[in-house]
């Protein structure tokens, strides 16, 4: 069987959506942690964790010692870290990435406190791979006010978020999701790309449930691949679909999730809605999961891309007596197993993001 790409669970699921009021309270890094520890299909087990760097999981100020701490917490139970989230978002303390200068100043030193922590946990043996998640911090309504300028600002602003990355021996990925301005739609996301030119640096971090809204034009009608009246017993055209929205996002991609959706939006807390993650045995889900994460781990050709040395199965705003019971990770995990089985290699190999 294969032993790559990795098999990573994401931590942030007990964040996101939680804590405010009215939302359900959050779930501790610890529970988190000890339900993916525990989960097991035929043997195989999560190989590590992606990380929110956030209160109250990890705080974006960490000291040597908590990151030792955290490190040895993570050693404990057999896991590596890989990606993390750089907290940019007003409310975490960064700001609009098409902001002031000062929110964009909040913006730039959230990407660094957190590239910081990933040089960090490298020195410290648990982190060998993975990459820092942006956003742009801005709904797209706000975008929309003044679509050319703001798309501009927003790239400059990463061109500066390149350069910290760089410093640090890190790259940084765009989450493609239709909540964040100026890269809400598969469109605009390769125009920002383009125009902030740093390939070896700046990439995407594709989420098979997110990317879904894509074809559907969510937030960006005129984007839209599938008609708005289409008919969702029609599988050719939806495959059609998504390989033309891969074929522009693949080249780009540098981190992927695998996750679910049944073509709705779905908003929880304070989070804007988004793409709907679904369990791997929602009923309702449109993705044929294993098959569909090959439009993303192969090339044109049919050939393995290798371009990231971990999958991560994320599962936001799911309810949270859903999240604490053991059979979500097992079913969870032997998704990722299977899409293992179907698109991965025995040998590591360096990633690499180019066009």
């Not at 917490?73 to 303390?93: D, I, N, T």
């Not at 911090?137 to 003044?146: L, N, Q, R, V, Y």
């Not at 679904?278 to 993303?296: E, I, Q, S, Y």
């Not at 089985?341 to 990633?351: K, L, T, V």
Request: overall charge negative; glycine content about 8%; charged content about 25%.
């Amino acid at each position: 069987m294969p032993t790559h790409p990795k098999l990573h669970n994401a931590m942030w699921p007990g964040l996101v959506g939680k804590g405010s009021p009215g939302a359900e309270p959050a779930i501790d890094l610890d529970t988190m942690l000890d339900l993916t520890a525990k989960a097991s299909v035929a043997g195989a087990r999560f190989d590590g964790v992606d990380l929110f760097v956030s209160d109250p999981h990890v705080s974006i100020d960490s000291s040597d010692a908590d990151l030792r701490q955290l490190a040895d917490k993570m050693a404990a139970k057999g896991f590596v870290v890989g990606s993390l989230v750089a907290p940019v978002w007003p409310p975490s303390g960064g700001g609009s990435a098409m902001g002031s200068d000062e929110e964009r100043g909040n913006f730039l030193i959230q990407v660094r406190k957190t590239c910081a922590i990933g040089r960090k946990l490298r020195d410290l043996g648990v982190r060998k791979y993975g990459i820092v998640r942006i956003d742009s911090a801005t709904s797209p309504a706000e975008w929309a006010k003044d679509p050319d300028a703001n798309t501009r600002r927003i790239a400059a602003t990463f061109r500066q978020a390149c350069d910290i990355a760089e410093s640090y021996g890190e790259r940084l990925a765009a989450e493609g999701e239709i909540c964040w301005g100026g890269m809400h739609s598969w469109k605009r996301m390769v125009q920002l790309l383009e125009m902030v030119n740093r390939p070896k640096t700046l990439g995407v971090q594709a989420d098979m449930a997110h990317t879904l809204l894509f074809t559907m034009g969510a937030n960006a009608p005129d984007d839209r691949i599938l008609p708005e009246s289409y008919d969702w017993q029609d599988r050719s055209r939806f495959d059609d679909a998504l390989r033309t929205m891969t074929r522009a996002l693949r080249p780009w991609t540098i981190d992927f999730h695998v996750a679910q959706n049944d073509a709705t939006v779905f908003g929880s807390g304070t989070h804007d809605k988004t793409g709907r993650h679904c369990l791997p045995t929602d009923p309702n889900g449109k993705l044929d999961v294993v098959r569909h994460a090959g439009f993303w781990m192969r090339d044109e050709s049919g050939q393995l891309t290798r371009a990231f040395e971990h999958i991560c199965w994320d599962g936001c705003m799911f309810p949270n007596a859903t999240m604490l019971q053991p059979k979500t990770w097992n079913d969870v995990l032997r998704l990722l197993v299977d899409v293992r089985s179907a698109h991965g290699w025995d040998a590591p190999i360096a990633a690499a993001v180019g066009r």
